[in-house]
């Protein structure tokens, strides 16, 4: 008896040691901003969750209309050299600029920070597919859709790299980006993957369930973006070049696109 | 050693605990998945505006404008035809999109060693009929398969568009001529256009159900002034030879917020 019990026991200490150990290596993957460990919660669905809505105080956008979710671009805001669609909404080109504003609550004390990633997706037919359907990871680039012969697929991703002016593959160097996300109206402090909008909560204010205003600028820019290095070091040839190379960037992208959206991913701690 | 096995209770135990221990590290894996969450959300979908589709044609609208001037004899006057045109854009055999609706100018360039006048008259087309009419304007042109055809013109006004040549010295400049330039002897004229004989300014239609391209001539004569004056002679200008230009081009202009 007394070596079943041996046996039994080292089965059950071991299996202890790895549930602890397998609880706990869960625990810290959701704990990495957070000091303190407030006691352990148990239901998904609570855990992580912030409130998204377009007007201070408003409802949370999974709960609104097809019609009243997606957040105003500022684009008819914009009344000279702009030209309108059926709608009377101005539409996107070369030179616009705009804001768009989320009210983000945190609903639970648990979550303190959340991080905002803004792309472009775009649609070349009316009822086609919206490419990328998710973030691209790193400076990667997203697939093209299944279904699509090489040529569709090759143009779809070459229309991305030229709006977030990444490097196709196979395309030396990277191309400028012609879409650009900022924090501020001034166009200084760049938002992308790697610098995302991070928006933040004290312990008293997620407690308090406080709104935060998300506000993120974007811009087309109207020609070639010059650096200030660029600027001093270009010649007046070289400057033509680049900025020729980027009127017939933005020509393709207005030939192949039909529509574009701002696409923005939410990530909690 | 007898050996033994494991009674049936004992079993059960270690079996009923393994259960447990994976349903603890499940419910632990997934709890780890789930503080990570992902919330996303759209703006609304936007129209990308359609670039200006803008194209200097032959005077058919088949092909791309060749300017070929040729010979200019002694009181003759040259005429050249073309086409101003919002014609579709086509990359690689497929139509893509290409949109109109805009301003543009017109500019010519000469060089000065013929003592030429230039000037441009709106057309409009006019039937066969009236071929033999002594006003009537005509140009051939090639179809794309190559036949040859004849299309027929009358100018809209005896008025010649009007034309503005302070942009010669800016232009000179971004051709990089830095020296002195009164010293430099064949420079180049520039001319730009921007409105029409109406006042109006040069626009260009969207497509609606058929093209809407526009048709320009030049007339090109010699300078009166210059050839009666006395001494003056044709012969001292057999061989000389002069180029023109003629460029259009509309600028999407910067989108801007307030009032006008």
């Keep these: ?269 | 050693m007898k050996k033994r096995n494991l009674s049936k209770k004992i079993k059960m135990q270690i079996l009923a605990w393994a259960v447990v221990a994976c349903l603890v590290s499940l419910i632990g894996g997934s709890f780890a998945w789930y503080t990570i969450q992902n919330r996303e959300a759209d703006s609304k979908t936007v129209e990308v505006m359609e670039p200006y589709f803008l194209k200097l044609q032959n005077p058919g609208d088949t092909a791309e404008l060749q300017l070929a001037v040729g010979s200019l004899f002694p009181g003759k006057t040259k005429q050249v035809v073309f086409c101003v045109s919002n014609k579709e854009n086509e990359e690689g055999g497929n139509v893509i999109m290409g949109g109109g609706d805009f301003d543009y100018t017109m500019e010519v360039i000469y060089t000065e060693n013929l003592a030429l006048n230039y000037k441009i008259y709106e057309l409009e087309k006019v039937s066969e009929s009236e071929k033999d009419n002594p006003e009537t304007i005509w140009a051939e042109y090639s179809e794309t398969g190559g036949t040859k055809k004849v299309n027929y013109w009358k100018k809209k006004t005896g008025t010649a568009l009007i034309g503005d040549d302070s942009i010669t010295s800016e232009r000179q400049a971004q051709a990089g001529l830095t020296e002195n330039v009164s010293e430099i002897m064949n420079k180049g004229k520039y001319i730009s256009y921007d409105k029409n004989t109406n006042g109006e300014k040069l626009h260009l239609q969207s497509k609606t159900d058929g093209y809407n391209p526009q048709f320009f001539v030049m007339e090109i004569t010699w300078n009166t002034a210059v050839t009666e004056q006395p001494g003056f002679s044709f012969s001292d200008y057999e061989k000389e030879t002069d180029m023109i230009y003629i460029l259009v081009k509309a600028l999407q202009l910067k989108p801007e917020k307030g009032t006008t």
């Design chain 1, 1 to 269: 008896m007394k070596k079943e019990q041996i046996i039994t026991s080292a089965v059950m200490l071991v299996v202890s040691v790895l549930v602890l150990i397998s609880v706990t290596i869960a625990w810290y993957t959701g704990n990495q901003d957070r000091p303190t460990v407030t006691g352990m919660q148990m239901s998904a669905a609570e855990v992580g969750e912030i409130k998204i809505a377009l007007a201070p105080g408003g409802e949370d956008i999974k709960n609104l209309s097809e019609t009243t979710k997606y957040a105003d671009t500022g684009l008819n805001e914009l009344t000279i050299n702009i030209e309108k669609d059926a709608q009377g909404n101005v539409k996107i080109a070369p030179g616009t600029y705009g804001k768009i504003t989320f009210y983000v609550t945190s609903m639970d004390v648990s979550v303190r920070s959340c991080k905002v990633v803004p792309i472009v997706q775009i649609q070349q037919t009316a009822d086609g597919i919206w490419y990328p359907v998710s973030i691209a990871e790193d400076s990667g680039i997203p697939e093209a859709p299944d279904g699509l012969d090489a040529a569709s697929a090759a143009l779809l991703e070459e229309l991305y790299t030229i709006v977030h002016g990444k490097k196709a593959a196979g395309v030396q160097p990277a191309k400028t980006r012609h879409i650009s996300f900022f924090k501020d109206e001034a166009g200084t402090q760049e938002i992308d993957e790697a610098t995302p909008y991070l928006v933040e909560w004290s312990a008293d204010e997620a407690a308090a369930k406080t709104e935060k205003p998300v506000t993120i600028y974007w811009k087309w820019h109207y020609e070639y973006p010059f650096t200030a290095e660029e600027t001093a070091t270009l010649n007046q040839t070289e400057k033509s070049i680049k900025i020729n190379e980027y009127d017939a960037e933005d020509t393709k992208l207005g030939n192949h696109v039909k529509n574009m959206r701002f696409h923005f991913t939410f990530s909690t701690q």
